[in-house]
């Protein structure tokens, strides 16, 4: 019974207790695969029965579906941005290696995605914007230490790095998850020889990050 | 009226009259872009209505939904069989060609590719199994090709050139179609450069064309 925990007269709790961020992650998981399997039209009390929780916990955490859909892509952003981060902390002493890293770690947490570029849903969040453009700085600088080195190829651009990611960390449909996960590390891992910088050929050029991404969120209705 | 074109007492026509091959072109192409947005349980006077045609229409071309998916498998297929087949004839002047071609016409193509690694239908038609293996085969005349004249990397196989088609031939979604294409040749540019035997890494052991193809066909239920 969560509703035992509500006490509506008493303070607000410094933070979120235990059970409480539980019941959140499990709305938040349930959202993603219900999400991906059926669409963001799904029914809000079906996300509520997948995560175990009756549907007043879902809306106590989640006003409406935006709010729901706005945190599930702001999620899957937060997780590319510290992939990125992280990777980028290897870039000035191995360009080529801190690529890998962030693409590798887009293939391994795969599950976790629900980002409109993979088919997840769009939002116009501001947060969901902001992240969008630390992920194109932070891959930015990866690539920056890759050109100056003279290890990376140097008509290779951040679009190009968040384009491979999101064509490799899509599941293989049919396939068992480790067979998906190897065949996409292997194009991966020639995809990653073919930055380097000998012997490549001029690459047809780029849409912006700028023109991507005016895609890839809702217009603001206001 | 295309009940009109019926003469049930006369003898079959030699071949599909044109106006009864256009209606089962558009029934196919509507099939695929219904599978496609909905999924194969999409109903068959959903798929008559797209097509433009009366639902006796449909269910006179193909008998039921199963009649109907296997045939936009067996297309898909088709389509990748030919694209392969027509890229190895320069296997032998020029292999790393090959290679682009086939896969740039993966990307070309791709509106008229259902097909189960893209998140199409299944079958367990025998026709379908056997265009699998010739398209394999196709691939491996290219490669051995580019292997013996020493322009390919050795370790790559046609299991990796199918899996490079699948990831890189769904369009990333959101996009405009020409903003897509073009990152995914971008894409596909470096993965080719990536292919040439000097500099590469080892690629992580792959699984085996049978091991893939064991996962893309339904089980008999016989």
Known sequence: MDTVASTPSGPPAPRLRADAARNRAQILAAARAAFRESGTAVPLDEIARRAGVNIATLYRR??????????????GFSLVLDTARVAAQTAQTDPLAA???FLQGMIDNRELLSLPLIGGPMTNDPHAR?????????LEE??????????????????DLIATAALICRPLPHLPPEQA????TRHLCVF?????PEHTRALPSSPTHEE???HLFTEETT
Chains 1, 2 share one sequence.
Not at 62 to 75: G, K, N, S, W
Not at 130 to 138: C, P
Not at 142 to 159: H, K, Q
């Open 99 to 101: 690529v890998q890293s």
């Open 181 to 184: 996960a190897t065949l996409a």
């Open 192 to 196: 990653l020889d073919g930055l380097r």
């Open 130 to 138: 902001d992240l969008q453009q630390h992920i194109a700085a932070a």
């Open 142 to 159: 990866i690539l920056a230490a890759g050109r100056s080195a003279e290890v990376l190829r140097p008509d290779i651009t951040a679009v």
């Open 62 to 75: 989640f006003p409406d579906r935006d709010a729901l859909i706005t945190q599930v892509v702001v999620d």
């Open 212 to 214: 991507i991404t005016a």
